[in-house]
Every structure is written in C-alpha cells, then in structure tokens.
C-alpha cells in the first residue's frame, strides 16, 4: 500500500465508520457488533451511536466468539484472541494467539461445542481455548473455497452439557469445495476422511442452512443444494456467469408443518447482483 493509498485509508475510515452507526441506529443493530475495515475492527455500540474500541490488526476475518471477546485472523496464518473487559469494553487485551499455517481465510465458532475452527492453506483446524494446538486437523493441499461449519440443533445432548456436545460427532460436519469438487468432513467418524459429494470443480463457496438441514455450494456454473441428514443431492441449477460468488446466505423458516429455506448468493460482478430462490420441504413423520 503506498504514502498516499495509507492516507486515503486513514480519511475514508471515520467517515465510513460513521455511516455505519448511523445506519446502526436507523435499523436497530443489535449491540455491541463490529465493523472490519482497513485493517482495522471497530467495535460499535449502536444504543450510542459510537465505536467503543479499535483493534489494530492485519484481519482477513473477524468473529464473535462470545460476548466479550472478538477472534481475529490474519492473512499470514495468525489468529488473535481479543478480550474485552465486560464492564468497559473500551478496555481490550490479547487473551490467546495460534497459528493456523501460512495463511488464514475463515473463522467459525461452535456455542455448543465453544471450539473456533480456522479454514486456510493448510486446510482445517479446530481450536481449544486450553491448547495451544488444533485438536483436530485436516491438511489439505490444493486450492479451495471457503468452508462451513454445520450447526446440529436438537440432538438430545442439552442435559449433558459442553462435554457431551464434545463427544458428538453431529456437532462437527465441516464442508468444504476445492479443485476436484465439493467435500464433507468429519473428524469424529470412524473413516476421517473427507467424503465427496460432487467432482464439480470451480466451486467457490459453501454454506449450510441456518438450522444445519441443508448444504448448498455455488460456482459459476453451478448451484448445488444436498439434504444434510442423507447427503442426497435435492437442488440442482445450471448457469453461465461469467464470474463466482462472492458469499451466499440462508435464512429458514418453518411453520406447522412446513419448511422454507430462501438462500440468497451475491455474485462478483458490476452492481453486487443477487441470485435468489426458496425451495419447501415437507417435514418428515
């Protein structure tokens, strides 16, 4: 980044900031929440309208990972465990610091199981707050997309608490694309290999369902939809853009008896076009 690159950085951060609180407030963010930007993650108080405290970082992603602390990972492998004191957030220290590898794209954090898991290039890490090591670790080698982390709700494990959720294997289906096609993995399963559920290529990002039903995994060509209880293909779209996505969200609903899931893909193309559609699944007897 040059002299004058750093300046403009420097002007346009505030002013974006400050448009952010003020769009926090026209539609009630919830509060704290953070904006990453420049380097930099401002953590915002929207009841005020203000930043509460700025952490200085070089952050490739940031995640929440309870209330009052913030993980940060870098572009260059590092991740940053940062906690605020709960009665002055503006008070911020380095809690715990691990290194993914050479480089780190994406954070997920689990409540039930509290492990951060880290996605990068040398595949996936599942994080303790106790270690200093992955607990669990896949390696990967070639290129790949983002990955997800699937969210198991209801598995009768309430009652037994953190450890239970720890000794489950539903709590740690992780899906990932690459090169040779889309892939889940699951470090609890007795094979711990990664299982292909399609050779498509060029996929460039995956995301399960809010209620962890479903998967769904978008390229340029393809749009692909598995149900996460058999794995079997439910959804298929074939298309031409000229570039991948960039994101892609689910929201879910369900009423008596009904289910509908609505994801939403932003694509990388002039203008942030959207491409949008809902399928409905019946609930099972």
């Not at 929207?46 to 572009?75: H, L, M, P, Y």
Request: include cysteine; charged fraction near 25%.
């Amino acid at each position: 980044m040059s002299v004058q690159q750093s300046q403009n950085c420097a002007f346009l951060c505030p002013l974006f900031v400050n448009l952010f609180l003020r769009l926090a407030n026209l539609f009630s963010f919830s509060s704290p929440f953070f904006i990453q930007f420049g380097g930099k993650v401002f953590v915002c108080d929207s009841s005020i309208g203000d930043v509460i405290t700025t952490i200085d970082c070089e952050n490739r992603a940031v995640k929440w990972i309870s209330e009052n602390r913030i993980a940060v990972s870098s572009f260059y492998g590092k991740i940053k465990i940062f906690e605020m004191e709960e009665n002055n957030l503006t008070t911020t220290r380095l809690v715990k610091e691990f290194t993914h590898g050479e480089r780190c794209y994406c954070l997920e954090w689990n409540g039930r199981t509290q492990y951060l898991a880290s996605f990068g290039d040398k595949g996936i890490k599942v994080w303790s707050m106790d270690h200093d090591k992955p607990i669990y670790s896949l390696e990967l080698e070639e290129y790949r997309s983002e990955f997800a982390w699937r969210l198991c709700t209801g598995n009768g494990e309430e009652m037994g608490g953190i450890e239970m959720a720890r000794k489950s294997a539903k709590n740690f289906t992780f899906a990932y694309g690459s090169m040779e096609g889309v892939f889940i993995w699951n470090p609890l399963e007795s094979e711990q290999q990664p299982r292909r559920l399609s050779d498509e290529k060029k996929i460039k990002t995956v995301t399960f369902s809010s209620d962890g039903r479903f998967l769904a995994a978008g390229g340029k060509k393809k749009l692909l939809i598995w149900s996460a209880e058999d794995w079997v293909q439910i959804y298929k779209v074939n298309m031409d853009m000229e570039f991948g996505p960039r994101n892609m969200s689910c929201f879910t609903t369900k009423s008596t008896n009904l289910y509908e899931n609505r994801l939403i893909v932003n694509y990388k193309i002039v203008g942030s076009s959207l491409f949008e559609f809902a399928f409905e699944e019946r609930r099972r007897r």
